[in-house]
T-cell receptor
């Protein structure tokens, strides 16, 4: 049972515009959420995270929004650059329980068109 | 952040054989983990590599199939035993620098093809 879902397998955006990647989760116990970026033949690179006590976290061009009532989070990239083209994974976990499991979505392939 | 390396980066193996994957970090870390990403799938945690004791396996993964070692705070190995084509995946190690951070950082992965 997929507890973290990324329903859009791919997204294409023009350079300079906003990219919005979406993620839904089913487990209400999740309280820590992360976004990773993955280039081909490389491991996932940590981008940004958010705790469930916040609804927004910003780091440069990247902003993550969390809507707990909807069990939904999104990653905004503004402005999008060709180097942002990669597969983006969202992940979720339950902090403080001693459990180590990050639950990942299946990824969204972002293509930024020059 | 520390540099995480994995060896080999890729391999092609015959069914019935075993492959050991190494993960090396250039600084001491609190936690080390092993994940698998099967073709078209998301990343799935195999186990937590515990330093000086047996690894903690997730549901669906067993020590006989995926023995893990972690002799110190910078190194771990994952062995994929008695391989079958269904074991063809990318295997990734990840690390956590402190329990308070709970953010995992990943190595480059090992791409395994079993014929």
């Amino acid at each position: 049972d997929q507890q973290v879902k990324q329903n859009s397998p791919s997204l294409s955006v023009q350079e300079g515009r906003i990219s919005i990647l979406n993620c839904d989760y089913t487990n209400s116990m999740f309280d820590y959420f992360l976004w990773y970026k993955k280039y081909p033949a490389e491991g996932p690179t940590f981008l940004i995270s958010i705790s469930s006590i916040k609804d927004k976290n910003e780091d440069g061009r990247f902003t993550v929004f969390l809507n707990k009532s909807a069990k939904h989070l999104s990653l905004h990239i503004v402005p999008s650059q060709p180097g942002d083209s990669a597969v983006y994974f969202c992940a979720a976990s339950v902090r403080g329980t001693g459990a180590n499991n990050l639950f990942f979505g299946t990824g969204t392939r972002l293509t930024v068109i020059p | 952040s520390a540099v995480i390396s994995q060896k080999p980066s890729r391999d092609i193996c015959q069914r019935g054989t075993s492959l050991t994957i190494q993960c090396q970090v250039d600084s001491q870390v609190t936690m080390m983990f092993w994940y698998r990403q099967q073709p078209g799938q998301s990343l799935t945690l195999i186990a937590t590599a515990n330093q000086g004791s047996e690894a903690t396996y997730e549901s669906g993964f067993v020590i006989d199939k995926f023995p893990i070692s972690r002799p110190n705070l910078t190194f771990s190995t994952l062995t994929v035993s008695n391989m079958s084509p269904e074991d063809s995946s990318i295997y990734l190690c990840s690390v956590e620098y402190s329990r308070s951070q709970e953010t995992q950082y990943f190595g480059p992965g090992t791409r395994l093809l079993v014929l």
